[in-house]
């Protein structure tokens, strides 16, 4: 087995984890490798449902090892938090299968304030920030006045790092937003509680990563939201504040040397997304309603409603060319069974021109959907689990779908389950 990315083609939300979980039986270790805590991979399988925001989804396969690269927004008091909840559950967590970048940087409780300031700050031209810290992490992060996990091995040297930043970090919530400051002390005791229960399973990954390469080890990365939130990529300035994409998968795992042999990118059968930014296929009202609940598209982070609306072939066509996506997952194609007419993003049109481009992010906002439909199925095909009982109808929107963004579909998924899969 060679080394695989599964990562999001569309807004994010589109059902990695249930991929990772399924296609980790084949792999030897999973890494997480950019990202934070601001959105969550939904994980359905026999020990039951679970929300992972920062733990990579391979933690259910015994067997496997867990990393959390360099590229990861490490939020050690969520990360535990999201720990105990795991392993209340029966999965057992070791610094045997999970394992943290000493390179990756700690996002602090400053971090989350400061996303929170900017946001109000924002009002009504907000970016739909989560507040979970993200964009001033890696804002802190390139401009180095972050501190790393391995330092956690070295206290004194520690202190006095968070010391410096401090200073400079309070600056910043006192004479721009006018906000509490924080005391070193306050700080350290944050490290001490949150930092000293992560400590044990920090460690030297990309040691650990060249040796599973030249073992002949398989490697799966796991990316976080999808193709349209990458920071270069996507509909900046709506995007996450890291890069999403496969090409990043090396250089956030802690692993450069890394080759991708395969790339499954994960598509949504309708779109969804959380959050502010350009959606040019949304639905709104009855329509939109009767979509959410048949999907249950509610963050798993926030729970807040996702924006819906039918495929967009432009714009995931445009993720599947910026992923370099090799293989398509398709999730959610039982959702569509209650519709008799399935619509579908064709083509956008743009200041009365249609096109297939999408389109530079100042003209995302005026960009209006073409839409086609197709025939629907009516019934339920839940239960199904062979390409051949499919109703043809449901294959016609597959192979449609397939010939229209210019990759093969090889995993079409009927349910949350890790079993509710079929195989082309």
């Given at each position: 087995?060679?080394?695989?990315?599964?990562?999001?083609?569309?807004?994010?939300?589109?059902?990695?984890?249930?991929?990772?979980?399924l296609?980790?039986?084949?792999?030897?270790?999973?890494?997480?490798?950019?990202?934070?805590?601001?959105?969550?991979?939904?994980?359905?399988n026999?020990?039951?449902?679970?929300?992972?925001?920062?733990?990579?989804?391979?933690?259910?396969?015994?067997?496997?090892?867990?990393?959390?690269?360099?590229?990861?927004?490490?939020?050690?008091?969520?990360?535990?938090?999201?720990?105990?909840?795991?392993?209340?559950?029966?999965?057992?967590?070791?610094?045997?299968?999970?394992?943290?970048?000493?390179?990756?940087s700690?996002?602090?409780?400053?971090?989350?304030?400061?996303?929170?300031?900017?946001?109000?700050?924002?009002?009504?031209?907000?970016?739909?920030?989560?507040?979970?810290?993200?964009?001033?992490f890696?804002?802190?992060?390139?401009?180095?006045?972050?501190?790393?996990?391995?330092?956690?091995?070295?206290?004194?040297y520690?202190?006095?790092?968070?010391?410096?930043?401090?200073?400079?970090?309070?600056?910043?919530?006192?004479?721009?937003?006018?906000?509490?400051?924080?005391?070193?002390?306050?700080?350290?005791?944050?490290?001490?509680?949150?930092?000293?229960?992560?400590?044990?399973?920090v460690?030297?990954t990309?040691?650990?990563?060249?040796?599973?390469?030249?073992?002949?080890?398989?490697?799966?990365?796991?990316?976080?939201?999808?193709?349209?939130?990458d920071?270069?990529?996507?509909?900046?300035?709506y995007?996450?504040?890291?890069?999403?994409?496969?090409?990043?998968?090396?250089?956030?795992?802690?692993?450069?040397?890394?080759?991708?042999?395969?790339?499954v990118g994960?598509?949504?059968?309708?779109?969804?997304?959380?959050?502010?930014g350009?959606?040019?296929c949304?639905?709104f009202?009855?329509?939109?309603?009767?979509?959410?609940?048949?999907?249950?598209?509610?963050?798993?982070?926030?729970?807040?409603?996702?924006?819906?609306?039918?495929?967009?072939?432009?714009?995931?066509?445009?993720?599947?060319?910026?992923?370099?996506?090799?293989?398509i997952?398709?999730?959610?194609?039982?959702?569509?069974?209650?519709m008799d007419?399935?619509?579908?993003?064709?083509?956008?049109?743009?200041?009365?021109?249609?096109?297939?481009?999408?389109?530079?992010?100042?003209?995302?906002?005026?960009?209006?959907?073409?839409?086609?439909?197709?025939?629907?199925?009516?019934?339920?095909?839940?239960?199904?689990?062979?390409?051949?009982?499919?109703?043809?109808?449901?294959?016609?929107y597959v192979?449609?779908?397939?010939?229209?963004?210019?990759?093969?579909?090889?995993?079409?998924?009927?349910?949350?389950?890790?079993?509710?899969?079929?195989?082309?």
């Open positions: 087995m060679g080394n695989c990315a599964i990562v999001g083609i569309n807004w994010g939300d589109e059902g990695k984890g249930r991929m990772v979980d296609l980790t039986q084949d792999y030897d270790v999973v890494v997480r490798y950019q990202g934070g805590g601001n959105a969550g991979h939904t994980v359905v026999e020990l039951g449902k679970f929300a992972l925001h920062l733990l990579p989804s391979g933690i259910f396969r015994k067997g496997v090892v867990n990393i959390l690269g360099n590229g990861v927004a490490m939020d050690c008091e969520n990360l535990w938090i999201e720990m105990q909840d795991v392993m209340s559950q029966g999965v057992e967590l070791t610094p045997e299968n999970l394992m943290i970048s000493d390179r990756a700690l996002l602090l409780p400053w971090h989350r304030d400061l996303d929170s300031l900017e946001e109000a700050r924002l009002a009504d031209k907000k970016y739909g920030s989560t507040k979970q810290g993200i964009a001033p890696y804002s802190d992060k390139y401009q180095k006045k972050t501190v790393m996990a391995g330092e956690l091995l070295y206290p004194e520690l202190k006095a790092h968070l010391a410096d930043i401090l200073e400079w970090k309070n600056l910043t919530l006192d004479r721009v937003y006018g906000a509490k400051t924080y005391t070193l002390d306050e700080i350290m005791a944050w490290i001490d509680d949150f930092g000293a229960k992560i400590r044990p399973y460690r030297d990309g040691a650990f990563l060249r040796k599973a390469q030249a073992e002949g080890k398989s490697i799966l990365f796991e990316a976080q939201l999808g193709a349209l939130r920071l270069d990529y996507g509909i900046y300035p995007t996450t504040s890291s890069n999403t994409i496969a090409a990043f998968a090396g250089v956030g795992s802690g692993l450069p040397s890394a080759r991708i042999d395969e790339v994960v598509v949504k059968a309708y779109s969804s997304c959380v959050g502010e350009p959606f040019p949304e639905w009202g009855e329509e939109a309603e009767k979509l959410r609940e048949a999907g249950a598209e509610y963050g798993a982070k926030t729970g807040r409603p996702r924006r819906v609306g039918p495929i967009d072939i432009v714009a995931t066509r445009y993720g599947v060319q910026m992923q370099s996506a090799t293989n997952a398709l999730t959610k194609l039982d959702v569509l069974s209650y007419k399935i619509p579908v993003c064709v083509r956008y049109e743009v200041n009365g021109v249609e096109t297939d481009e999408f389109p530079f992010p100042t003209l995302q906002n005026i960009a209006k959907p073409v839409i086609e439909y197709l025939d629907g199925w009516m019934c339920d095909i839940s239960g199904i689990t062979e390409w051949d009982k499919l109703p043809e109808a449901a294959q016609r192979e449609y779908v397939e010939q229209a963004i210019g990759c093969h579909i090889g995993y079409v998924s009927v349910g949350p389950e890790r079993d509710s899969i079929i195989l082309r």
